[in-house]
């Protein structure tokens, strides 16, 4: 039986046997990582939908979670309970007027200020701690090209509030804007060598002066560059080995309490997280296709708020998990 999946804005057509036998052949770990807590709530008006994108804010211990089916941002405390959720609106790209948005992604710098990637408009909205929305931010006006047809796709924030911004449309490209939300330069963009830049990007995580992207259809699948966009390696296949993914839809960037670097990748058909070494060797993997609590169902966000604690999002299963890192 066929499986229709809307996935970041794409309709996948699945055959869920041949993903989840993909996700059964791997050998999980069941000491990589333990659930500690759950939830379901999309702080309003009952359950989640279709939530998506997450993004832990360090300084205020809060979990951000675009979601998209609800079509608000949802804000939870770390033990997820709900302290705030709003509808996003955006504005309509015929008539002008402000419409209900399908919020993809969100981060949050230093301020508060949050940054809205909604899957209804080409812009980044901007907005302050309560929602409400004080700017916009145009790739194609950071280019100084409004001819460009382009539109955010991708976000991502470091710990010193630079951005980085990945367009799609009529160039495909990562964007490294400072703390003002002004272009420092264009860092990342496809070409016909599409193995040491990018073709298209599915996810993208900053940290420690790092940049990892995961692609769509190219392989290797996750590749890895400086925050100058200087290509530093890939590795990841599209084959059936522990080592390849499906459709990596979202990553980390973690280093733990030695210094050792490696990332944690969302394989959503597979139906897990998987820890991949620099050197893209499996570290180990964790989840497993099911409902009951430590099993995943199409997961479709990541982010790691510290201290070995990660927090998983899944469109299907709709709900948040959390999991300690052993």
Do not use: C, W
Request: aromatic share 10%; charged share 20%.
């Amino acid at each position: 039986m066929l499986l229709l999946l809307r996935l970041s804005g794409i309709l996948l057509m699945l055959l869920p046997a041949v993903a989840l036998a993909q996700g059964a052949a791997l050998k999980m770990d069941p000491d990589a990582a333990i659930f500690t807590a759950m939830t379901y709530d999309n702080g309003a008006d009952g359950s989640l939908s279709s939530p998506g994108f997450a993004f832990f804010d360090k300084r205020a211990g809060e979990l951000f979670v675009a979601a998209t089916g609800n079509r608000r941002i949802v804000i939870y405390d770390f033990d997820l309970i709900p302290k705030f959720a709003f509808r996003h609106f955006v504005r309509d790209r015929k008539g002008g007027r402000m419409v209900l948005g399908e919020p993809k992604a969100v981060v949050v710098n230093s301020q508060g200020d949050m940054l809205v990637i909604d899957n209804l408009a080409d812009y980044v909205d901007i907005l302050d701690f309560r929602g409400k929305s004080f700017q916009q931010l145009y790739p194609n006006r950071l280019l100084g090209d409004t001819t460009l047809k382009i539109k955010a796709d991708l976000i991502a924030i470091d710990d010193n509030d630079n951005v980085y911004l990945a367009v799609v449309g009529d160039i495909t490209a990562v964007l490294a804007l400072d703390r003002d939300l002004n272009l420092k330069r264009r860092i990342i963009e496809r070409t016909a060598d599409s193995t040491t830049v990018i073709g298209g990007p599915l996810a993208m995580a900053v940290s420690d002066s790092l940049i990892l992207l995961t692609e769509f259809r190219e392989a290797p699948v996750l590749k890895l560059f400086d925050t100058t966009g200087r290509y530093l390696g890939g590795f990841g296949g599209r084959e059936i080995a522990k080592e390849d993914f499906s459709m990596a839809v979202a990553a980390t960037i973690y280093r733990d309490s030695t210094g050792s670097l490696s990332f944690f990748v969302v394989d959503a058909l597979r139906q897990v997280i998987k820890r991949v070494a620099v050197d893209g060797s499996l570290i180990a993997s964790f989840g497993g296709y099911g409902r009951y609590p430590g099993a995943l169902s199409y997961p479709s966000g990541l982010a790691y708020a510290g201290n070995g604690q990660f927090f998983v999002v899944e469109r299907v299963g709709a709900r948040i998990q959390r999991f300690s890192i052993r």
